[in-house]
């Protein structure tokens, strides 16, 4: 059964920064892209980043430059670093991986974490 645990949410004002983990169990790691998607209330869920297998890394154009995510194989673990945090970013962030290797990430057929809370106050 695999599993994703996020943490590392909270509550920061804006223009701090922010990691969030996402640790990864019940398979082989490092053969899966890992990805993060957030969802404000009231609003769809969005992705935020992905990184592949080999470390290829995509973020959608509204982010790039503020969230940064990498992986560490070998602590199956997947982070992202958000930076000059905003109000806006205000959601629930889950972890995300394709259920099938090699495979990058989509909105569909993967495993979710269960959210980690991110508030940020002006």
């Known amino acids: 059964q695999v599993q994703l645990v996020e943490s590392g949410g909270g509550s920061v004002q804006a223009g701090d920064s922010l990691r969030l983990s996402c640790t990864a169990s019940?398979?082989?790691?490092?053969?899966?892209?890992m990805g993060w998607f957030r969802q404000a209330p009231g609003k769809e869920r969005e992705a935020v980043a992905s990184i592949t297998w080999g470390g290829f890394t995509s973020y959608p154009d509204s982010l790039r430059g503020r969230f940064t995510i990498s992986r560490d194989n070998a602590k199956r673990t997947a982070y992202l670093q958000m930076t000059r945090l905003r109000p806006e970013d205000t959601a629930v962030y889950y972890c995300a991986t394709p259920v099938r290797p090699y495979s990058v990430v989509t909105g569909t057929n993967n495993y979710w974490g269960q959210g980690t809370q991110v508030t940020v106050s002006s």
């Open positions: 019940g398979r082989t790691f490092n053969t899966y892209a």
